[in-house]
């Protein structure tokens, strides 16, 4: 049995907009292994991305806790890393500089953090990048660097917030397999949220199902395929058995998710 | 091999074929224009106090040169130029840079620097010629309120609208609240920060002449409306002259200086 890594208690999160309580997450406890990798799916705004950000300690909860390695968490620091769905590169700092941003913030010495940074870089494939700036870069290769950068920080825990949504289908298949290579490799856990169930289920151990607003814990489906998974495995029939059934548990989420929509703007 | 040699060479080339055309476009319509002022000074106008012909401007400002009064305009003119744009930069960077820093500074003083941007401070120019002086002191004044502005206004903009995922991104790096200024904030603020400068720059240069039009003993301002007075239109067309230089001289200065600190900004028009 692996130990536990991260884990949320009863985690609640409700905002006052223009003086209506507005619930955005209600109960979620769920407890993430060492090494594993969980996504979450949900219908567009059940407070999976809230959910990542309460993890990361950017915002706080109304109630509940996050524990990491049992402590809890309530700010951001060098312990979990976040990469964000836009890729995030400071324009005017180089690949390597903007990698080492985490350590640099952190008050870690420049030298040693770009050899480190270097090894991370050739593990993303974009070795004799270094000197890039960003806008030289494809939109495959930013978000390598915005993942690279998140591996740069040296946290055993890193958070993904849709980070493919802004590629084409085609990189962002080839990203889903870099990604499963990377975590193989660097045995991180990973919590990544995602509105690609073909995704989620390609790259995951567990895939954590949302409702609609207020975001609740509906399913959590294990994805017992073998590893490792190369790009094959979305044709086989067990495959197509898990996104069918993910689907079926999210569509009337959000058809309610809809429905709340609807009733909200009028 | 070759192949990858010959890849290497085609756009650099291109590039410097580009250079060479854009330098030859302007060039020619400079050339075109001074072909236009002479024609007009000769054929056209046949009043020498409304329009001189180019040549004549050049004639009087090397006249001018001889006697050692125009280089002495120049450099009144270009110390209360420098003086007043140095300071307007250096203040309108510092307070832009706390205004910007802090919310409650800003809304407290923001509605007082849209009013005053949108003054005429050159309605201000006598009184400053009463406080200061006829001198060099009361012009840097004028100069510095004119072109103040811009810098300021463009510092507390680049600083407000910075970018939501790259202060996230810091945040969730644990960066401290001075690290998000210093490290997020303004360096991104720095284009916005040049282009005030250049908007400031060219209010400067206006600040000069119209500092000197309200009480002078030198510059380039005053040598305009000693000249005007006298009917010496060549003269007042080599001072105008001057400052159009000096106004494209300071604009490419600044672009060079924002080449060189935002690189990231330009690598894209060489593509």
Redesign the interface.
């Known amino acids: 049995m692996t130990p536990e890594k991260l884990a949320t208690d009863r985690l609640c999160k409700q905002y006052t907009k223009a003086g209506t309580q507005l619930e955005v997450l209600r109960d979620i406890s769920l407890s993430v292994a060492d090494g594993e990798f969980v996504s979450i799916v949900g219908a567009s705004g059940c407070g999976k991305t809230t959910f990542l950000r309460l993890v990361?300690g950017?915002i706080a909860p109304t109630s509940g806790t996050v524990l990491i390695d049992g402590r809890p968490v309530s700010?951001?620091?060098?312990h979990?890393?976040?990469v964000?769905q836009?890729d995030?590169l400071?324009?005017?700092r180089t690949v390597i500089d903007n990698m080492i941003?985490?350590p640099?913030?952190?008050g870690k010495p420049a030298r040693q953090c770009r050899q480190r940074a270097r090894e991370i870089l050739a593990l993303v494939g974009l070795e004799g990048f270094e000197q890039h700036?960003?806008?030289?870069l494809s939109g495959g290769m930013r978000q390598r660097v915005n993942i690279a950068?998140a591996l740069a920080?040296g946290a055993d825990v890193l958070l993904m917030d849709e980070p493919f949504a802004a590629l084409d289908a085609q990189t962002r298949t080839i990203m889903q397999a870099e990604l499963t290579r990377i975590w193989r490799e660097t045995k991180k856990t990973v919590l990544l949220v995602t509105h690609q169930i073909d995704e989620a289920v390609y790259l995951s151990d567990r895939v954590v199902i949302f409702t609609a607003r207020p975001g609740r814990l509906k399913e959590i489906i294990e994805i017992k395929l073998p590893r490792p998974r190369n790009l094959d495995i979305k044709w086989t029939p067990e495959f197509v058995d898990y996104t069918n059934h993910i689907w079926h548990s999210i569509e009337e989420e959000v058809r309610m998710g809809i429905g709340l929509e609807l009733t909200s703007r009028t | 091999m070759t192949g990858a040699a010959a890849a290497g060479t085609a756009p650099g080339r291109a590039v410097l074929l580009k250079r060479l055309s854009r330098s030859t476009q302007t060039a020619f319509s400079l050339l075109a224009a001074a072909a236009i002022w002479e024609i007009m000074g000769r054929f056209v106008i046949d009043s020498p106090i409304l329009f001189v012909p180019f040549s004549r401007v050049l004639v009087r400002g090397y006249e001018l040169w001889q006697t050692g009064e125009l280089q002495q305009h120049i450099w009144i003119s270009f110390i209360e130029f420098i003086g007043g744009f140095a300071l307007a930069s250096v203040v309108g960077i510092l307070v832009g840079g706390v205004l910007g820093g802090s919310r409650f500074l800003k809304n407290l003083f923001e509605p007082w620097v849209s009013m005053l941007y949108s003054t005429p401070v050159i309605a201000l120019g006598p009184l400053f010629i009463l406080w200061l002086g006829i001198g060099v002191g009361s012009k840097i004044a004028i100069i510095f309120l004119t072109s103040v502005f811009p810098v300021l206004i463009n510092t507390i903009i680049g600083l407000t609208t910075t970018d939501k995922t790259l202060l996230e991104v810091a945040r969730s790096c644990g960066a401290s609240r001075s690290q998000l200024f210093w490290k997020v904030q303004m360096p991104a603020a720095t284009p916005f920060v040049i282009g005030g400068l250049r908007l400031g720059v060219a209010r400067a240069l206006v600040g000069v002449v119209v500092a000197e039009l309200f009480g002078a003993r030198a510059g380039l301002g005053f040598m305009i409306l000693n000249s005007t007075q006298s009917f010496d239109t060549a003269s007042l067309y080599v001072g105008v002259l001057i400052l159009a230089v000096a106004g494209i001289v300071s604009v490419w200065l600044l672009k060079l200086l924002e080449e060189r600190i935002a690189p990231w900004r330009f690598t894209e028009d060489d593509e």
Do not use: M, T, V
């Open positions: 990361d950017l700010q951001p620091g060098p979990i890393a976040f964000f836009q995030g400071f324009p005017w941003l985490g640099e913030l952190q700036y960003p806008h030289e950068r920080i």
